[in-house]
């Protein structure tokens, strides 16, 4: 079956701008999480939804939402973007609540994202 | 949360067994580890996770010590498609969840 499937692949805003990614988990799955990869910092857990409601919050300022919708696909938002905000932005699907559970995350290729 | 420490790189020779080491000293009793590995320009894969016996599967063989606070990540035969960053991450089930991804070992197959 298809794999955890984000778009766009790249994407490139100016500061000021806001953005919005999309993340397709496999069918079936019902947890969508959310995190930024950056060379300085790592991978950093954003959040997690399942279905439709957000379980988990990483460390990130407010400017940074998402939403998850009826069909287990989800949507991450970053506002008044700035240029600390170029990353690699990931997300994991699994079938039930990944992160309070043992099941394994199932990770899309990412959105690069470049804010000049 | 429980933090790891992994060398930050290791080579290994094609066809050779690969043995990726991780410390979490402050592991507690229901905390798992994972092991995850992200290929160039391509998300993170799982691995092989455990909370205190050996596993082993297709991919690789997970040895925790007695004590938990390390483990070593095994790949049997490595190859040059292993060339990967590996992470190994330590989860609990209760409280509050996430996953803390550290700084992981890039393991470079050599030819």
């Known amino acids: 079956k298809a794999g955890v499937t984000q778009t766009p692949r790249y994407l490139i805003k100016t500061r000021g701008q806001q953005v919005t990614l999309s993340c397709s988990p496999i069918s079936g799955h019902r947890s969508v999480s959310w995190y930024q990869q950056t060379p300085g910092q790592g991978l950093q857990f954003l959040f997690e939804y399942f279905s439709e409601t957000q379980r988990n919050k990483g460390n990130f300022p407010g400017r940074f939402s998402g939403r998850q919708f009826s069909n287990s696909r989800s949507e991450m938002n970053v506002s008044t973007l700035e240029l600390g905000d170029s990353a690699l932005y990931l997300c994991?699907?699994?079938?039930?609540?990944?992160?309070?559970?043992?099941?394994?995350?199932?990770f899309g290729s990412g959105t690069q994202l470049s804010v000049l | 949360d429980a933090k790891t420490t992994q060398p930050t790189s290791m080579d290994c020779a094609e066809g050779r067994a690969a043995n990726l080491p991780c410390n979490h000293s402050?592991?507690?009793?229901?905390?798992?580890v994972y092991w995850y590995r992200q290929i160039h320009s391509q998300g993170p894969q799982y691995i092989i996770h455990g909370l205190k016996n050996n596993e082993t599967n297709e991919m690789a063989s997970l040895i925790i010590t007695e004590d938990r606070k390390s483990s070593t990540l095994i790949l049997p035969h490595a190859t040059l498609r292993d060339t990967a960053v590996y992470y190994c991450?330590?989860?609990?089930?209760?409280?509050?969840?996430?996953?803390?991804f550290g700084t992981g070992t890039r393991l470079k197959v050599l030819a």
């Open positions: 991450i330590v989860k609990t089930t209760s409280g509050t969840y996430k996953y803390i």
């Open positions: 994991a699907s699994s079938f039930r609540q990944g992160l309070a559970t043992n099941e394994k995350l199932f």
């Open positions: 402050t592991i507690s009793g229901n905390e798992y």
